[in-house]
């Protein structure tokens, strides 16, 4: 079946350790993104790739930054993560569909962070 | 600005009760809707998607949403839960580009 995959699903960080929540597609989809949940509350856009360009969110820290070496990959790499970083990152994908534009979107099973 | 609001917070029904879960939008010209759900322990699925069309649409496991333009709503609906409707309900919204505005969510827990 085609899928999002997130690993890891669970990731235990140190204050200021750098960590990287990794992201793989087999739907062939141009765009994928990356969200940040916390409990019982929306998803929150950090940004997305569209093929290779970069899209960053105005309110995203720059202690976020993503990297995308191909279609199927993508990264999400925190640099200095803070207890406030502690949260589920959602990886997501969707096509652009002529007609329609931006069609549903598939997510991954998220990564819950935690940082002691 | 554009938002998507989920009034419900938390419902609690009994099987077999009748749901209706509200959701309401700010959002200027024309809007792709749709309904995720958030089992436990799962990731995010698609329930249902409106594009264009009837604005009764009908989704997976007997869910329906209906559009109303002149309310800004796309309530969800399900004339008969069941204790495996147990989960976290997202309503979303796009104007066709690559941004999903997301509501707070609303988690119903189902009595058996």
């Known amino acids: 079946d085609a899928m999002v995959i997130q690993n890891p699903r669970y990731q235990v960080t140190q204050f200021g350790k750098p960590v990287t929540l990794s992201c793989s597609q087999t739907?062939?989809?141009?765009?994928m993104y990356w969200y940040q949940q916390k409990s019982s509350q929306a998803p929150k856009l950090l940004f997305h790739y569209y093929d290779k360009d970069f899209n960053n969110e105005a309110d995203t820290p720059d202690n976020f930054q993503s990297r995308r070496p191909n279609t199927s990959f993508c990264f999400l790499d925190i640099r200095s993560p803070g207890l406030g970083d502690a949260a589920m990152y959602l990886c997501a994908t969707s096509s652009e569909e002529s007609g329609t534009g931006f069609n549903e979107q598939f997510f991954g099973p998220g990564t819950r962070l935690t940082v002691l | 600005a554009q938002s998507v609001s989920q009034h419900n917070h938390h419902v609690i029904l009994s099987e077999a009760a009748s749901l209706e879960l509200g959701c309401n939008y700010s959002y200027g010209g024309t809007v792709n809707l749709f309904w995720y759900v958030q089992y436990p322990g799962q990731h995010l699925q698609l329930l249902l998607k409106?594009?264009?069309?009837?604005?009764l649409v009908k989704g997976i496991k007997g869910f329906e949403a209906e559009f109303i333009k002149s309310k800004f709503s796309f309530n969800l609906r399900k004339p008969s839960v069941q204790w495996s409707d147990t989960a976290e309900y997202f309503c979303a919204v796009n104007g066709g580009t690559y941004k999903y505005i997301f509501g707070t969510g609303t988690r119903l827990k189902v009595l058996a």
């Open positions: 739907l062939n989809h141009n765009v």
């Open positions: 409106y594009f264009s069309g009837d604005p």
